[in-house]
């Protein structure tokens, strides 16, 4: 009995196509992702640099908790008793 030996090649194995597309995709997306991330940063700081004065809000519509008062659009807490202001 002769071992036989290991078939050893020079030339590296070549992808399929379709990982080689898959990762042409995947590094499209994620530079497409960066633009936007960017973009986004950059549109949210112009905006806030828009509007210095804090925003307060009361609701007291239907269907609204009652007397619900927001500043900024976050809730701050309720005026018990008030129905309008």
Do not use: C, I, N
Request: aromatic fraction near 6%; proline fraction near 7%.
């Amino acid at each position: 009995m002769s071992p036989k030996a290991p078939r050893w090649s020079l030339a590296p194995e070549r992808e399929p196509a379709s990982t080689v597309a898959r990762h042409a995709a995947a590094g499209a997306l994620r530079s497409a992702s960066a633009v936007l991330a960017r973009l986004a940063r950059r549109l949210t700081m112009s905006r806030s640099r828009q509007r210095t004065d804090p925003r307060l809000e009361f609701y007291a519509e239907a269907g609204a908790p009652e007397g619900a008062l927001y500043l900024d659009g976050q809730l701050v807490g309720w005026l018990s008793g008030v129905k309008r202001l």
